[in-house]
C-alpha cells in the first residue's frame, strides 16, 4: 500500500497539471488527470524508469448522466517489470473529444473504437474512427444509461426479400405490472388455483 502511495505522489509531482488527484483503494492505485494532457501522461508512465507501465490493458467509459461532463474514460496499464498496476480517469461530455493514445500504444485502436460505438466518446487523432461493435446504420450508443432497453430497432433476415430487414422496434406486448411483494409472506389475494386447495382445520377450542 505505502509503494502505490509512494508512486502516486511521485507522478503527480512530476506530471504536475496532468494529474489532478490520486488515490489508493482496495490495492489499486487510481489516478485522476485532464483529457487534454492524457497522450503526455500516457507516454510518461510508459517511458519514466519508476512505471514502466508498457502494457496498456484496457480503456473504456463510465456514464454518468446527470452530470455535466458525464463520461469518465478509464484507462488500465500494467507494468509487468515491476508487477503493478494503474489505472487512469479523464472527464469529458458528449462533444469534446479526448486526444488518442494510439501513437503512444498501438493497442489503443480499438480499445478507442469500442469507447466510441458504445459511449459515443470522441477521440482525435485516431485514423479510423468507426463502429466496431455495432452495424454499420445502428442508431445511439447501447451502454449509455440512457440508451432504451429495447434499442431502436431489431435486425432480421427476411426470406421472402431475401435481405436483411432493419424494423422499428414494436414490443408484442404491453409491459406487465407486478406487485413485487415477498413470496416469503405472500400476497393479499389469491392467486389462481389456490381456491382449489383445502383449507387447514380450524384449531379446537378448549372448554372453558
Known amino acids: 500500500m505505502d509503494t502505490l502511495e509512494n508512486l502516486g505522489q511521485a507522478i503527480?509531482?512530476?506530471?504536475?497539471?496532468?494529474?489532478?488527484?490520486?488515490?489508493?483503494?482496495h490495492g489499486e492505485l487510481t489516478l485522476t488527470g485532464n483529457a487534454a494532457d492524457i497522450v503526455r501522461?500516457?507516454?510518461?508512465?510508459?517511458?519514466d524508469?519508476?512505471?514502466?507501465?508498457?502494457?496498456?490493458?484496457?480503456?473504456?467509459?463510465v456514464d454518468w448522466p446527470s452530470r455535466e461532463q458525464r463520461f469518465d474514460v478509464v484507462y488500465h496499464f500494467l507494468s509487468p517489470r515491476l508487477n503493478q498496476r494503474i489505472r487512469v480517469k479523464v472527464v469529458t461530455d458528449?462533444?469534446?473529444?479526448?486526444?488518442?493514445?494510439?501513437?503512444?500504444?498501438?493497442?489503443?485502436?480499438?480499445?478507442?473504437?469500442?469507447?466510441?460505438?458504445?459511449?459515443?466518446?470522441?477521440?482525435?487523432?485516431?485514423p479510423d474512427m468507426r463502429r466496431?461493435?455495432?452495424?454499420?446504420?445502428?442508431?445511439g450508443h447501447p451502454l449509455r444509461k440512457d440508451f432504451p432497453?429495447?434499442?431502436?430497432?431489431?435486425?432480421?433476415?427476411?426470406?421472402?426479400?431475401?435481405?436483411?430487414?432493419y424494423d422499428k422496434v414494436a414490443l408484442a406486448q404491453e409491459f406487465r405490472n407486478f406487485d413485487f411483494l415477498s413470496p416469503w409472506e405472500g400476497t393479499d389475494y389469491v392467486l389462481p388455483g389456490d381456491e382449489k386447495a383445502a383449507k387447514p382445520p380450524?384449531?379446537?377450542?378448549?372448554?372453558?
Open 132 to 139: 466496431i461493435l455495432t452495424d454499420y446504420g445502428f442508431e
Open 149 to 165: 432497453l429495447t434499442g431502436f430497432v431489431e435486425v432480421r433476415y427476411d426470406d421472402e426479400e431475401k435481405r436483411v430487414r
Open 12 to 25: 503527480r509531482s512530476a506530471m504536475a497539471g496532468a494529474v489532478t488527484g490520486h488515490e489508493v483503494r
Open 94 to 126: 458528449e462533444a469534446t473529444p479526448v486526444p488518442s493514445i494510439i501513437g503512444v500504444f498501438k493497442g489503443a485502436d480499438w480499445f478507442e473504437r469500442e469507447a466510441y460505438d458504445l459511449y459515443g466518446v470522441l477521440f482525435t487523432g485516431h
Open 41 to 47: 501522461l500516457a507516454t510518461f508512465l510508459r517511458e
Open 49 to 61: 524508469p519508476a512505471c514502466q507501465f508498457v502494457n496498456l490493458v484496457d480503456i473504456t467509459a
Open 202 to 208: 380450524e384449531p379446537e377450542k378448549k372448554a372453558s
